[in-house]
């Protein structure tokens, strides 16, 4: 085959432009200004999928088990974001997040949640229903935590300073390079994308929910799956943009992944209900009825999502529901936020978020990592992935540390 190579060989290959690729790329300049780096990435920009799609909130770590990855790097994740936005002057606000209890299990649920926090050390305050009525006239609730040190921020633009980074440190980034196959060859790796090849010595991905398929494309079995779950937002007109001071959060059902349908203040100014989340017919399927049928007919097949939605069922149907009904969707925001109506939902993009799940049908809560001879993918990053992006490239290039010493 007669193969067009872009590139003299690299030192590092990073696939993904979103936040973690990004990030993995410009750690990996910082640690070796003499390496070469590339990130090659299959849109036209930069955070175009989970990272430009998201809730913009860096998360404080309140709600992740203690000793898991997620715990460590989201704490520290939130340190570093907020001094890489001071340092280049990326708009952050230190808002804070109330998570309000609207119903006795939801009360008894709260008081796990403030024992996790104090676990983690966090700065948190306990708020009676009626301090919750002060600090927010707007939200009903029996109880809330106030977790301090919760913010937000656009994480497209942290990303796009981060590349803008890696460019000016000798890196390369190269836009709609679909990776199509890998080789992996004594020598190293090559990479062929839809531009022609990249040969690298280390290969690291950080592909969102296509991490299962770059798995394949190295030869390998993957041992999880990646589902597609749609988080569907509204934006709220104008008139309510001072509607709450804080973020507000639901308190999470300690079943399910999700965090629940949360009222959230943008850093433009606006605030945003969402997000749900709801199986998507296709793993970059944004708006209703856009169906990917190559998707589909994994996700039909898939032993474990059967079993995930078994486990889930009523989960899955209410969802579902809340999705096709704006009325359904609308409830669950006014529990808390009742003076809501349905003519307050107005369209806003959605994200989908790359969660995986093992053959066996279990989530994988955890950040997950698959590292192989000269090459390291990240298998599953969901929230608080943006928040923890700078840590977890810091991980990454330590692990790739010690592989090189073996
Ligand atoms: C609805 C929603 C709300 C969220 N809210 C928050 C939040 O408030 N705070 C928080 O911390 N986290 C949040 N998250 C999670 C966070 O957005 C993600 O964990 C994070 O963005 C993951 O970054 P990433 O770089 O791994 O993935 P992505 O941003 O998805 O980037 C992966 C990139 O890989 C590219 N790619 C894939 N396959 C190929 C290929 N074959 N060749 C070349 N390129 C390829 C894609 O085009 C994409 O650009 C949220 C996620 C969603 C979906």
């Not at 280390?202 to 990646?226: K, N, Q, W, Y």
């Not at 001879?373 to 923890?388: D, G, Q, R």
Request: proline letters at 5%.
């Amino acid at each position: 085959m007669n193969k067009t190579h872009l590139l003299e060989q690299v030192d590092y290959l990073v696939i993904g432009a979103g936040i973690l690729g990004a990030a993995t790329a410009m750690t990996l300049l910082q640690r070796y200004p003499h390496r070469s780096v590339a990130i090659v990435e299959k849109e036209s920009g930069g955070a175009a999928h989970q990272t430009g799609r998201n809730s913009g909130v860096i998360h404080a770590g309140v709600y992740y088990q203690p000793g898991s990855l997620k715990a460590q790097f989201c704490q520290q994740g939130a340190e570093a974001t907020k001094a890489f936005c001071l340092e280049h002057e990326i708009p952050f606000e230190q808002c804070g997040k109330l998570i309000v209890a609207t119903s006795p299990l939801e009360y008894e649920r709260l008081q796990q949640l403030i024992i996790r926090a104090q676990e983690h050390q966090l700065d948190v305050e306990v708020i009676s229903q009626q301090r919750l009525q002060q600090l927010e006239p707007n939200i009903a609730g029996i109880g809330a935590l106030l977790v301090k040190d919760t913010a937000i921020v656009d994480y497209k633009q942290v990303t796009r300073r981060m590349l803008d980074k890696v460019v000016a440190a000798g890196g390369q980034v190269l836009f709609e390079h679909q990776v199509n196959a890998i080789d992996t060859c004594n020598a190293g790796i090559e990479v062929t994308t839809s531009y022609g090849v990249v040969a690298a010595k280390t290969l690291i991905s950080c592909a969102g929910i296509m991490s299962d398929r770059i798995v394949s494309l190295l030869g390998l079995e993957p041992e999880f799956e990646m589902i597609p779950f749609r988080g569907e937002y509204f934006l709220l007109p104008e008139r309510h943009n001072q509607i709450v001071k804080h973020l507000i959060y639901p308190v999470p059902d300690p079943s399910l992944p999700f965090l629940g349908v949360h009222l959230t203040k943008m850093i433009d100014g606006t605030v945003t209900v969402g997000p749900n989340a709801v199986l998507a017919p296709g793993r970059e399927s944004y708006r209703h009825g856009q169906v990917n049928w190559q998707d589909c007919r994994e996700l039909l097949t898939s032993k474990g999502l059967r079993k995930v939605v078994f486990k889930h069922f009523k989960a899955s149907v209410s969802e579902f529901k809340n999705s096709v009904f704006k009325q359904g969707y609308l409830h669950q925001v006014r529990k808390y936020c009742p003076q809501l109506r349905t003519s307050d939902l107005l369209p806003y993009r959605a994200g989908i978020r790359a969660q995986a799940i093992t053959k066996q049908g279990q989530l994988i809560d955890d950040f997950l990592f698959v590292k192989q001879p000269n090459c390291l993918i990240v298998a599953n990053a969901p929230s608080p992935a943006a928040t923890s992006a700078i840590p977890i490239a810091q991980y990454i290039v330590e692990q790739l540390h010690l592989a090189d010493e073996d």
